[in-house]
């Protein structure tokens, strides 16, 4: 279980393949010095379980499903990641709770910024636009962060820019005719998170992980039994 308030931003060392899978090794110095062989450490908002440890780097197994289902399937050696330990029992909830279970992934179709902080517009998976409520609670990439703005419950169907396809001029901002079809919501960075996390260095194209809040999870699948017709395949 982790809290989305990241502590360190680590980087990907080296990439090993493991049957269908991968070995990462990440070098995160405070996350790594006291590291002990099976405990859990979210990276970029998966929770990974180590399984060696240096002074300054940790190793971990990803299989197959997490590489499809999560963005760190692109990553490369050099990536930066950000990167969180379990939150020990007793210990402030900073942010919300996370378990580092990828819902999906979305990708930045707009950066807004501002004086002293930065707006990130990201795709949502139509599967996870229900989820998702303003001044709800989201992990971005395992950040906690709160939702400033969402999409209509029915999303323009235009002929904006597409996902991935948008370019980024100095400003920061999309270039072209402006929001796209489909569901998206935003987040507004602070610039504490902008300097602690990879969130401050995203650009338009990226794809970032995404975790839903577990609560909203559970309701939506006590809602779809209640659904069911009575005698009903469940």
Known sequence: MFTGIIEEIG??????ESGDGWRLTVRAPKAAADAVHGESIAVSGVCLTVVGSTAETFDADVMKQTLDVAALGAATVGTRVNIEKAMPVGARL???????????????????????????RISLPDDLAPLVVDKGSISVDGTSLTVSAVSPSTPSTGSGTQEGSGTQEGSGTLEGSGTRGGHWFEV???????????????????????ETDILARHVERLLAFRAAPEGGSR
């Open 11 to 16: 980087e990907i060392t080296a990439i090993a």
């Open 94 to 120: 900073g942010g919300h709770i996370v378990q580092g279970h990828v819902d999906g992934t979305g990708v930045v179709l707009e950066v807004r910024p501002g004086a002293q902080w930065s707006v990130l």
């Open 188 to 210: 507004s960075l602070i610039p504490e998170t902008l300097a602690a996390t990879t969130l401050g260095t995203r650009v338009v194209g990226d794809r970032v992980n995404l």
